[in-house]
């Protein structure tokens, strides 16, 4: 589903240069649950923005779904975003003249999606918010705030969301269910998740770690399939529906009617 292949990044700063990068690789499989580890300022953030298409590496090589985002020019790169990837912010960083339910309906209006109304209560009913749907964030807590902003990240069904320090500002309690969340949600629609945190606990919920020290990938528990290498796996399989290839069904189990696979 992605894969990095020895991603260095660097940055001039005055004389020197400073690489806050270098020749990191790995893959993430689609339907994984990836945790990017590491203390401040070991290049998480800086890495995240490489795999999404954010922003260009010095060397190396991105391919998302397929894609090389190397061979892309910045206008591909946002079409590509819109289509297959998703994010969720420390900062949350939703629209506060808008409420609940408009900030996750109006980008599916932008984006032209018909039912856009009808998907975006479905996903604040998901996520717990039935009864908050006309607030606006200011009249919200801080991890209701984050639920809207996932129920928005589901919204255009991506292939891979990514999610940079999504606990930062939230206390332990609360930032432990919203990664329960954003794992039950990457659970039912096979879509891929990196998981920023500096919060090892919270790390452990993920089926894979990829520990960054100093811009260096120092350690990597494994391949971020619950199931690796069984797609029989009891509690798996039956949460999952798979093509006839096998590959995981990115919408099968969302609970949201899906208008293009119903027409
Ligand atoms: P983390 O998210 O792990 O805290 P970051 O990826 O934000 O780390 O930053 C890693 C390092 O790269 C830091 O030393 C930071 O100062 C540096 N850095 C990030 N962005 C830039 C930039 N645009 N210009 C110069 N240095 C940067
Ligand atoms: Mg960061």
Redesign the pocket.
Known sequence: MLVARELTKE?Q?GTHQ?T?LRDVSFAVPQGAFVAIV?P???????LLGLLAGLDTPSRGTVILDGVDLGSLTEDQRAKLRGEKVGFIFQSFQLIPTLTALENVQVPLELRGESGASGRAVELLTRVGLRDRMDHFPSQLSGGEQQRVAIARAFSNRPRILFADEPTGNLDANTGGRIVELIEELNRESGTSVVLVTHDLALAGRAGRMVRLADGVVVEDTGSGMRDAGSGDAPGRSSRVERHPDGSPHPASRFPVPDNEEVA
């Open positions: 940055f700063s400073l806050v590491g401040s300022g070991s290049g998480k953030t800086t």
